[in-house]
């Protein structure tokens, strides 16, 4: 075992601070990890307050990794010591059910393990994530990092880019498709430029009148306000697809009737039983559909890396103190960020000297 330097929280009600816990020695197929750079998700703050009901205390979030490996086990072939790599939302599955198989882990029938907060399927310890110094994970959990891509922006790339593309990818989003990314938050301004690298036409839906010259600096087409009335009115039965990232409760039917016939609404930032209710009228009439998408699987994790770096997109950052994590979750909650903190974890290091 080795130690690692972290944040944690501790309890729901209180700040993260300083902890220091063991990662497991390296099996066989493990890769070890020297963290450069972890993402801040808006999951790291719900799983610290327990929002879920799930979190076990003391845990480490960070589920955005880059790093460099450090040492490999007996069994691994695809990294060597010094290889810049990632991991991201998962770090293992069953590996051996028909979704595992068909590369989508995310969908593991017996449920994948997540980098942190999960029970380890092989010795029972929970895992701990990336706001930390190293990290222990399967090799066929690790993504190769390609050489021309900005690691510290491509740490979000491995939650808020894989979740808005893989269901872009699966609903066959491409030339000549008009999509509507709702919110412009983390993961809406990574739809905007997936989809705009997919060959769509795309257009934002913002409730904020400030947010209309910020998704055209992002590459939308066409920005709605979606709280006007005559706009909403204008686009009706105008989309392909819905690109839905806001997290919160909200009326789904407005967009739903923005849709064509055959339209398709994906949900992907929302969690919470969908208020108010969807009414059967816009979907029965139109055949449309509402649909789900979960983070990616791993190959196409290191496709979608493949594609920033050949088309030079990048998450838009601000660069984080560890030391001011406490500070940058008040921020993330309200808002203000634009539009992913990422930690370097150089601060950590020296916090510690």
């Avoid at 450069?36 to 879920?52: M, T």
């Avoid at 691994?76 to 198989?101: E, H, I, N, P």
């Avoid at 969908?274 to 190959?299: D, H, M, Q, Y």
């Avoid at 203000?336 to 000297?353: C, E, G, H, P, Q």
Wanted: charged letters at 20%; hydrophobic letters at 40%; one cysteine or more.
């Amino acid at each position: 075992m080795s130690q690692a330097l972290s944040y944690a929280a501790f309890a729901a009600d209180k700040p993260l601070a300083p902890f220091t816990f063991d990662r497991r020695q390296p099996r066989p197929d493990d890769v070890a990890i020297e963290i450069l750079y972890c993402g801040v998700c808006h999951s790291d703050l719900h799983f610290a307050r327990n929002d879920w009901g799930m979190s076990q205390y003391p845990v480490v979030p960070g589920h955005e990794i880059v790093g460099r490996v450090t040492s490999v086990g007996d069994k691994v072939s695809r990294f060597k010591a010094g290889d810049l790599v990632g991991v991201g939302c998962m770090v293992d599955s069953c590996r051996t059910c028909a979704a595992c198989k068909d590369g989508v882990e995310q969908y593991c029938l017996e449920g994948f393990t997540m980098t942190y907060g999960s029970e380890d399927r092989q010795d029972g310890t929970m895992t701990q994530g990336g706001y930390s110094d190293s990290i222990v994970v399967s090799e066929h959990f690790v993504l190769q990092m390609p050489d021309d891509i900005d690691l510290a922006s491509a740490a979000p790339i491995l939650c808020a880019g894989i979740t808005t593309y893989s269901p872009l990818k699966h609903h066959g989003v491409g030339k000549g498709h008009k999509v509507g990314v709702i919110g412009m938050g983390g993961l809406g301004h990574m739809g905007v430029k997936l989809a705009k690298a997919l060959g769509a036409e795309v257009t934002v839906f913002t409730r904020s009148d400030a947010k209309v010259e910020e998704a055209k600096r992002n590459g939308a087409d066409h920005v709605v306000v979606s709280s006007d009335q005559t706009q909403m009115d204008a686009v009706a039965e105008t989309f392909d697809f819905m690109l839905d990232t806001v997290p919160v409760q909200h009326d789904l039917n407005p967009y739903l009737t923005s849709l064509k016939y055959d339209g398709t609404h994906i949900i992907v930032g929302l969690l919470e039983p969908i208020e108010p209710a969807i009414e059967a009228f816009n979907l029965v009439f139109k055949r449309r559909v509402v649909a789900g998408s979960l983070i990616g699987g791993i190959a196409e994790t290191e496709e979608l890396l493949k594609l920033c770096a050949d088309q030079g997109i990048t998450c838009d950052i601000e660069m984080l103190d560890i030391n001011n994590i406490n500070g940058g979750f008040e921020r993330m909650e309200k808002g203000d960020v634009r539009y992913r903190f990422v930690i370097d974890m150089a601060t950590l290091k020296n916090s510690a000297a």
